[in-house]
């Protein structure tokens, strides 16, 4: 008798016979998933460790302090201190027109130049009526400055305040603006105050002899603990930024004053 295709005793005529079991291919070797076939001879597994941070190369930076924010809209009094020649009045000027919030600038040499007819001009000698009008204007310069501070006006003042003369000295400043004024000391070196002294005229221009026997003096500011800016290579936005850098630092605490 004619058999089927799918005959020969594999199963029922007509049907295809199922193929035998195959055992499960394990995957290649270095794939993931992949696991080294067993051996009797084969070292356990290292244990896992988490992975170390390069350690980053050394350069030789030095990190430098955080950087100042500035007096920002604080309400100031500010004596800039200074010999002829090194700049006050007019980085005192620029600092005042460029903050913020309302500055004045109030100068002691144009205080005393408000004395017309019988100025003692301190240059043609210091003596009883120079040393007056000194003191005269540097009390209307103070009663100015709290003035203004009063109405919410920050002020600064510019002198040749000396170490180590009390009637041109700190204090009298402090007596006649109060307790919260910031003293800074301006000290370029003595070849650019000589510098800047040959560009003035009139009775601002002093001799090189003067511009030296005050310069040496005011050398008598290092180590009083006061800010002392050497503006010997900054131009005038410089020594304002370092000026306003100085104050931010030398600024009491909040509700200190």
Not at 96 to 118: I, M
Request: with cysteine; aromatic share 6%; charged share 15%.
């Amino acid at each position: 008798m004619h058999q089927g295709v799918g005959g020969g005793g594999w199963g029922q005529p007509g049907q295809r016979p199922s193929a035998p079991p195959q055992p499960p291919i394990p995957p290649a070797q270095g794939w993931p998933g992949s696991a080294p076939p067993p051996s009797q001879h084969q070292a356990p597994p290292p244990p896992q460790v988490a992975p170390v941070a390069p350690v980053p190369e050394a350069t030789g930076h030095i990190p430098l302090p955080p950087a100042v924010a500035g007096t920002g809209g604080a309400v100031l009094a500010v004596l800039l201190i200074g010999p002829a020649g090194a700049g006050k009045t007019t980085v005192a000027r620029h600092w005042a027109s460029t903050r913020p919030v309302p500055t004045a600038h109030v100068s002691l040499d144009d205080v005393r130049e408000w004395v017309c007819s019988g100025f003692a001009d301190p240059q043609a000698g210091w003596n009883e009526h120079s040393e007056a009008q000194y003191r005269l204007a540097r009390r209307t310069c103070g009663f100015a400055a709290r003035n203004y501070l009063a109405n919410g006006i920050s002020c600064i003042l510019d002198d040749a305040v000396f170490p180590d003369r009390p009637v041109v000295g700190l204090g009298g400043w402090k007596r006649h603006v109060g307790p919260t004024l910031l003293p800074v000391v301006l000290l370029p070196g003595l070849e650019i105050v000589l510098e800047r002294n040959a560009e003035r005229s009139g009775n601002r221009r002093l001799s090189d002899e003067e511009v030296a026997r005050i310069h040496g003096r005011m050398a008598g500011w290092y180590g009083s603990g006061l800010p002392i800016i050497d503006n010997s290579h900054l131009d005038v936005e410089g020594t304002a930024r370092a000026l306003d850098e100085a104050l931010a630092r030398a600024m009491p605490a909040p509700g200190g004053w």
